[in-house]
């Protein structure tokens, strides 16, 4: 089945540094894929839409300057935290699907980011 | 207004033993589809099934079954001959296009934990 590859999978940085998380579709060409953001014991909330070849569309209250997405090709976008402090810790995952109407979205295994 | 409901915060079962996970939803769209993933606490997501709007017949994937009662808006999901495996969160999820066009959006319930008790 599909498969969506998420690096890194733990990080730990000091406050003021930024992060750059990678997903990518590693048997299939993903248009789309999807940010989302889970703090502890809570559901994914989606934070944005990555469009390969434009700009990401995102979801009310998220910071379009503090969480940069590129999708510059058919199987990489990358969810930069930039200049990270200790709110913005949390787990982000990934997904993507194949394009055809029925098929799931597919996730990534996650990153845990903690900034100390 | 929450559009996917979980009112069950925490599931037990015995090992061998069949459970039903609840989740109703809420939507006005005629085409809509609906998951249920399971995510075990490493964090991945892990997709076990799908029921399309205008499906027929209940879906099914193994031991995993989903009780679609459109008329309800309600999709719970049956697992049976429970494992210990088995033990993790499970969310339901909708697809829904947005009206104003736009990209599919997931979106999640709040989850349920099921416990598997030897």
């Known amino acids: 089945g599909a498969v969506v590859s998420q690096h890194p999978s733990w990080v730990i940085c000091k406050s003021g540094t930024s992060v750059k998380i990678e997903c990518r579709s590693l048997?299939?060409?993903?248009?789309?894929m999807f940010w989302y953001r889970q703090f502890p014991k809570q559901s994914l909330m989606l934070m944005a839409t990555?469009?390969?070849?434009?700009?990401?569309?995102?979801e009310q209250g998220v910071e379009k300057d503090k969480f940069l997405i590129n999708h510059a090709s058919l199987t990489l976008s990358t969810l930069t935290v930039t200049s990270a402090h200790p709110e913005d810790s949390s787990f982000y995952i990934c997904?993507?699907?194949?394009?055809?109407?029925?098929?799931?979205?597919?996730f990534g295994d996650g990153t845990r980011l903690s900034i100390l | 207004a929450q559009k996917i409901t979980q009112t069950q915060p925490g599931m037990f079962v015995q090992e061998k033993e069949a459970v039903t996970l609840d989740c109703t939803y809420d939507?006005?769209?005629?085409?809509?589809?609906l998951f249920w993933y399971k995510q075990p606490s490493s964090g991945e997501m892990i997709f076990l099934i799908y029921?399309?709007?205008?499906?027929?017949q209940n879906a099914t994937e193994g031991r995993y079954s989903l009780n679609f009662q459109k008329a309800r808006k309600s999709a719970n999901l049956v697992i049976s001959a429970s494992q210990l495996g088995d033990s993790a969160m499970y969310f339901c999820?909708?697809?829904?296009?947005?009206?104003?066009?736009?990209?599919?959006?997931?979106?999640f319930g709040k989850g349920t934990k099921l416990t598997v008790n030897p």
């Open positions: 997904s993507a699907r194949e394009e055809l109407s029925n098929q799931p979205q597919h």
């Open positions: 048997d299939f060409q993903a248009t789309t």
């Open positions: 999820a909708m697809r829904e296009l947005p009206s104003q066009g736009g990209s599919e959006k997931l979106v």
């Open positions: 029921q399309g709007s205008y499906d027929q």
């Open positions: 990555s469009n390969e070849g434009s700009k990401a569309t995102y």
């Open positions: 939507t006005s769209d005629p085409s809509y589809g």
